[in-house]
């Protein structure tokens, strides 16, 4: 199933999101304009859909309702998410669409409530909320359908998909110095706290396929390695182990604490985009990659997506990531700030300046980048 289409109203920086998504999107735009916030919108849903989870929970995460409201937000406070999902199946494209909407009571416990939860199945609203037992029992609000199993039968795909929704923002720190983190946190984990515990939890068969496949490509982008393989310590605790070449017999043995931030962003990426046929959140995969890295990295992807047939998105504002002549203009939503009023957000093929620069040759990095740069960023150098 592959999302086609993001609505937002007042969430975080926006008041007003209608974005159509092919299988990639590339999101930029100046810094704090609300690239991380829009990949958000997907991770909320994850956490309302998944297991243990729901509304109350996945909005307390993130502070209240108070900080995922859009500050440009006025007479009409409510916060609301919808999407559009296709999934193909034998009888054809089912279309499906999913919305809510959410406010805070004014009094009281100050609970966040649904004002609405629809559903909809090729045109057909399956799902109307608030219902006559809503109107009966206010507390039902508190809840939605979609987290509930006894009342999702009907568009359980949906809450399925949901739950397999992966963000990855992987700290090479926290691989390196694990005393640093909780290892014990419930719930996700985004910045790959547990990313050992992963690797080793897959069938070993399916590990050590894809581990083979990592293998052959670090050869070409880790001088001197010749081989990673998966360990466990005398404790059973998981590392990864790499063979580099070096004169004395066992000499260039290595496990992931003494390997480069580069080195293991790039592992967790090539893993994570091998692991599984749903949603990929992927943010800023650029950092701490060589910068001839970073240029094959929508390749790459494109290569992963025609085999798993797999959906990602990338928030990134790296030159030498949009240097890519085949990213397409549809494929690059552009944040644009406004102020007061908050960030626009809009695909770069429907702004007719692009498209002629695209048109005369640019690539994305050339026509569209210049446009998230700070328009005094000059006077950095005036810093003392």
């Not at 009094?107 to 009966?136: N, Q, Y």
């Not at 992966?166 to 005393?179: E, G, I, M, R, T």
């Not at 990673?228 to 004395?248: I, T």
Request: hydrophobic content about 40%; some cysteine.
């Amino acid at each position: 199933m592959r999302f086609t289409r993001l609505k937002l109203k007042n969430w975080r920086n926006f008041t007003r999101v209608d974005l159509a998504i092919g299988e990639r999107l590339f999101i930029t735009g100046p810094n704090a304009s609300g690239k991380s916030n829009l990949l958000d919108a997907f991770r909320f849903l994850r956490d309302i859909a998944k297991n243990g989870g729901g509304l109350q929970e996945a909005v307390a995460m993130r502070g209240g309702l108070a900080k995922l409201r859009c500050l440009a937000a006025r007479r009409d406070p409510n916060v609301e998410i919808e999407v559009e999902l296709t999934d193909s199946d034998a009888n054809g494209s089912v279309v499906w669409r999913y919305g809510i909407g959410l406010k805070q009571e004014t009094r009281g416990m100050r609970r966040v409530l649904l004002t609405h939860e629809k559903v909809w199945k090729d045109g057909c609203l399956i799902l109307d909320r608030p219902d006559k037992a809503d109107s009966s029992d206010d507390l039902r609000l508190t809840q939605t359908h979609l987290e509930q199993i006894n009342a999702n039968q009907d568009f359980r795909p949906l809450a399925e998909v949901f739950q397999r929704i992966l963000y990855l923002h992987l700290v090479p720190q926290l691989l390196k110095f694990p005393q640093l983190a909780n290892r014990e946190a419930i719930g996700e984990d985004p910045f790959g706290i547990k990313f050992l515990d992963r690797l080793m939890e897959t069938p070993e068969k399916t590990r050590r396929s894809r581990l083979k496949k990592i293998e052959n490509a670090l050869r070409l982008a880790v001088p001197e390695l010749q081989e990673l393989r998966d360990v466990r310590d005398a404790r059973g605790v998981p590392h990864l182990e790499a063979v580099y070449q070096h004169w004395r017999p066992n000499a260039g043995r290595q496990r992931e604490d003494q390997f480069s931030d580069g080195t293991l962003r790039l592992i967790g990426l090539l893993w994570t985009l091998l692991d599984g046929e749903h949603l990929l959140l992927l943010e800023e995969p650029e950092l701490s990659l060589h910068s001839s890295i970073v240029a094959k990295l929508p390749e790459i992807i494109w290569r992963m997506q025609r085999s798993r047939k797999r959906q990602v998105l990338v928030s990134s504002h790296s030159s030498e990531l949009f240097g890519d002549l085949g990213i397409a203009a549809q494929e690059v939503a552009l944040l644009k700030p406004q102020g007061s009023e908050g960030t626009e957000v809009e695909l770069a093929s429907n702004q007719e300046n692009i498209r002629r620069l695209l048109e005369g040759g640019m690539s994305i990095a050339e026509a569209v980048l210049p446009i998230t740069a700070p328009g005094s960023v000059s006077q950095l150098a005036l810093f003392d």
